[in-house]
């Protein structure tokens, strides 16, 4: 039992850095994490997330 | 009075762009209308992207786009010609210039230029009230009637004036009724204006062009590469023709002027503002010189300048560092205490999976992180202070003499001064330099400051290894050293691969603003939430990835059956007291605990790697920290944590620091010190200098040079220092 | 466009852009904080497009707020405050209108005289 909880969530952990890597290479990763709010420069990410 | 045949909710939303000087409360003004909760900082150029809001205003529906500020339309930076393009080619229905009414003349230069481009222009006065302090006053109905456009005075941080503002805009989207023709228009003089004449109508036989023909030819003339590409794509049969004909008469003119043309036209609008100020603005008050100046005066000092902002750095770091030390130690002994709350949910002694997750491989990786929250948020307070403050354009100020030497200017500055902060943002702020050569110099380099990604870093290892009167010094040592390899490095790219003047250095010099502790603290806290997203996201993910590599694969069955046929042999023996016999039990169990770490994944690829950093001083541990660390920073601190507790099966609650102090020494810690704060820059960082530069080629050779730069130092500080004796045990 | 009108051009731009300027017109770095200068010829057509933009057109007058020597400047035109780098300041050529009485430097007589 407890290790299916444990192979659950290390393959969730995988999934999420399979998404973070692709997120990455296609750009959209941009640091902070954030969509405009809370950056240094504002509107720089949504700059990251794709300019139009 | 607007029965029109289509009912206003059925229209598309109508495009409002929001241009103006950099300064004139732009920003302040597009949250008040959309509602968003945004940053508004205080050196120029502070609103980078094209960002968008909707309003809603009775039965319409505007969308706001907020533009980068400017100065003109003849762009130089990056941002002003997204600034520009957008008003030019965008074609939005309505554009508010905002002006700051405590500043007319300069401000209402890009008014001008827009009345000449024919642009559906409102003016909003914008801070009103201080140009009243100043003694200022406006005659509004007068302005709009000498610009032939809607004039509305506002006060955007108190949102007062904003209906007027939305109002004007929705007669002039609706064109009804028609805004008024300007009562004059900018005279050139009778040797100019003859020959714009016929430019002009010239190009108003296209009717592509015949809307604006005469800012067409006014823009031709300037010798403007953009309007002649322009002119290229709408009438591209005889622009050969048009070109010639320009040329022929801007030569002449700049005969007749003995300038450059652009320059007189120039002239000439200011001349016809300084005309419409004389009519429109009456001073009713002394002017006086403002608190700002009064500051300024000893800010900007030759002599006190630089002492003034070592002090505010020194003040920025210190107060990182020594307000968050208690609150740190509390967050450390809560997460302590967390660890073992949760461990004694299990039957001691017993072999549990799942707890082994939990307590090394959350609370042991993500805490470890998380307990630097405190020196973060204090950090981010700082930076804050300092931009919202207006104090970044006199450091920019302070700088420039110094930047000016390695070829940089002091605008570069202020990217490297938010790089403290995270290096993504200050990748982006490299925007508003002017040239690509000064902005590549800049970004290559912007990883050398350290981060707060890096503090955690540092503040685990700092005292770990040297005695509390050594810790600030030590801190202080690594920054610098980063600044000055930063300096060496734009240096050494100013004479090899981006030769050539740097751009010239203008900037404006906001004034002074006191924060509002209600916006330092949000801005805190957004920045602060940013850091916690990333420890719930990215950090916890990559954590549970690393605790999953270090405890798989098992080690094979027949190393397993050693060490139970040892154990069963110290239980066997009788000569043993029961204090021996536990403490070879747990001799035993820690060497257990080692070997299947170094039978795991991430001990095996650790002694892949080992090698090539052992002469770093490196051993395999410290190696699969800094290979977690590319994808964040603060990996390193994780890995650590996960390593040591997964390694350890006894139950003693030993800090993290006490165990690297009992395996490493002093001048192992500074190397690795040095070698996270030079080496490859996290993941995000390259993304950002691929997509900022255009091609992953920099990206590449920056991440290439970076940790070649990081190698050999480390190498020889390790080696240096084995071979001197210094800081080993 | 005849032939005079092109030699008289290139006499023009070579006057301001190669040889010394001419009298009575010194580089930026030789004002003081305090005085108010007039500007005169900028050396660059980016920087002197750039400047007009900024509200420092030539011929505009404008006051020394901070600055001295071979470091930046600080200026203050048309109601707003500008900092030049010091890139500048030898290519930004003013002529000196007036000094504050609180500035302690003498002025340069022959400067002054043909400015006026």
């Known amino acids: ?52 | 009075m607007s029965a029109v045949a289509t009912p206003p909710s059925k229209r598309a939303a109508r495009v409002v762009a929001l241009a103006g000087n950099p300064n004139s409360g732009k920003t302040t003004i597009f949250n008040a209308l959309t509602g968003a909760r945004q940053h508004v900082g205080n050196y120029p150029g502070v609103t980078v992207e094209k960002k968008e809001g909707t309003v809603k205003f009775g039965d319409d529906v505007f969308t706001v786009v907020d533009l980068p500020g400017t100065y003109s339309l003849t762009a130089f930076s990056l941002e002003e010609i997204v600034a520009g393009n957008f008003l030019i080619d965008g074609k939005p229905d309505a554009v508010v210039d905002i002006v700051d009414a405590s500043n007319p003349e300069r401000n209402l230069y890009l008014a001008v230029q827009l009345m000449e481009l024919g642009a559906p222009v409102v003016l909003a006065l914008n801070m009103s009230d201080m140009a009243r302090e100043k003694g200022l006053s406006i005659d509004t109905k007068k302005l709009s009637a000498l610009l032939g456009m809607p004039v509305v005075a506002t006060v955007g941080h108190k949102g007062r004036g904003l209906e007027e503002l939305l109002k004007a805009v929705r007669t002039i989207c609706r064109d009804d009724p028609l805004p008024p023709k300007p009562a004059r228009r900018v005279d050139y003089g009778r040797e100019i204006e003859p020959h714009l004449d016929q430019l002009a109508a010239r190009l108003a036989v296209r009717p592509a062009c015949a809307g604006h023909a005469r800012w067409l030819a006014l823009k031709l003339l300037e010798g403007d590469g953009d309007t002649a590409n322009r002119i290229r794509s709408l009438c591209p049969e005889d622009c050969g023709d048009i070109f010639r004909e320009t040329d022929k008469l801007r030569k002449h003119l700049e005969g007749v002027f003995g300038e450059e043309i652009g320059a007189v036209l120039t002239d000439r609008r200011y001349g016809f503002i300084a005309g419409a100020c004389a009519e429109v603005v009456s001073q009713t008050a002394e002017a006086r010189i403002s608190q700002s100046e009064r500051v300024d005066r000893i800010v900007l000092n030759r002599w006190l300048g630089l002492p003034i902002f070592a002090l505010l750095m020194f003040a920025t770091f210190f107060l990182t560092f020594t307000l968050g030390q208690p609150l740190m130690d509390g967050i450390e002994a809560g997460f302590g205490k967390l660890g073992e709350a949760v461990a004694a949910l299990w039957p001691a002694g017993g072999e549990s999976r799942l707890k082994s997750l939990l307590v090394d491989g959350i609370i042991g990786g993500v805490g470890g992180v998380l307990v630097f929250l405190p020196n973060i948020m204090l950090l981010f307070l700082a930076i804050a202070f300092l931009e919202d403050s207006g104090y970044m354009a006199r450091a920019a100020f302070v700088m420039d003499r110094l930047m000016h030497r390695i070829g940089l200017h002091g605008k570069s500055f202020i990217p490297l001064l938010i790089g403290f902060g995270c290096t993504v943002p200050a990748i982006m702020a490299t925007r508003t330099l002017e040239t690509r050569r000064d902005r590549l110099a800049t970004l290559l380099v912007l990883p050398l400051m350290s981060c707060s990604a890096r503090l955690p870093i540092y503040a685990l290892l700092i005292p770990a290894f040297f005695p509390p009167e050594w810790q600030g010094p030590m801190l202080w040592i690594v920054y610098a050293i980063g600044i000055a390899l930063a300096v060496a490095g734009v240096k050494l790219l100013r004479i090899t691969l981006f030769k050539g003047e740097s751009a010239p250095f203008v900037m404006e010099l906001p004034p002074y603003h006191l924060p509002t502790l209600r916006g330092l603290l949000v801005h805190m806290w957004e920045r602060s939430w940013m850091f916690l997203r990333k420890a719930g996201t990215v950090i916890l993910g990559i954590s549970i990835l690393l605790w999953a590599m270090s405890v798989w694969p098992k080690p094979g069955p027949e190393t397993m059956a050693k060490f139970e046929r040892d154990r069963s042999a110290i239980e066997a023996r009788k000569d043993l007291s029961g204090e021996d016999r536990r403490a070879a039990l747990e001799k035993l169990e820690h060497e257990q605990g080692e070997a299947e770490l170094e039978q795991s994944l991430i001990g095996r690829i650790g002694r892949g790697v080992a090698p090539a950093l052992a002469p770093l001083g490196f051993d395999w541990k410290i190696s699969t920290s800094l290979l977690g660390a590319l994808a964040a920073k603060e990996i390193f601190v994780a890995q650590m944590g996960i390593v040591y507790s997964v390694g350890q099966a006894d139950e003693e609650s030993q800090s993290l620091r006490e165990k690297l102090r009992e395996n490493y020494s002093p001048l192992q810690g500074f190397c690795v010190m040095l070698f996270c704060l030079i080496s490859m820059p996290c993941m995000a960082t390259l993304t950002v200098v691929w997509r900022e530069s255009g091609s992953w080629k920099w990206a590449l050779f920056q991440a290439g040079a970076l940790t070649a730069l990081a190698y050999t130092l480390t190498l020889a500080v390790f080696q240096a220092g084995s071979f001197l004796g210094w800081g080993t045990r | ?116």
């Open chain 3, 1 to 116: 466009m005849n032939f005079q009108d092109k030699a008289k051009t290139k006499e023009l731009s070579a006057a301001c852009v190669r040889s010394a300027p001419p009298p009575g017109v010194v580089p930026l770095a030789m004002a003081a904080v305090g005085e108010t200068c007039e500007l005169a010829m900028v050396r660059g057509a980016n920087l002197r497009q750039r400047l007009a933009d900024m509200g420092l057109g030539l011929g505009s007058r404008f006051r020394v707020e901070a600055g001295e020597g071979k470091g930046p400047m600080v200026i203050s035109v048309r109601g707003s405050r500008l900092i030049l780098g010091c890139g500048m300041i030898h290519k930004i050529f003013i002529r000196l209108t007036s000094r504050d009485s609180k500035s302690g430097r003498p002025a340069a007589s022959q400067q002054k005289g043909s400015a006026s």
């Open chain 1, 1 to 52: 039992m407890e290790n299916i909880m444990v192979m659950a969530i290390v393959a969730g952990a995988l999934v999420f850095a399979g998404r973070l890597f692709y997120r990455t290479l296609t750009g959209k990763n941009n640091g902070c994490g954030c969509k405009m709010k809370s950056c240094f420069v504002p509107g720089a990410c949504r700059g990251a997330n794709g300019r139009k």
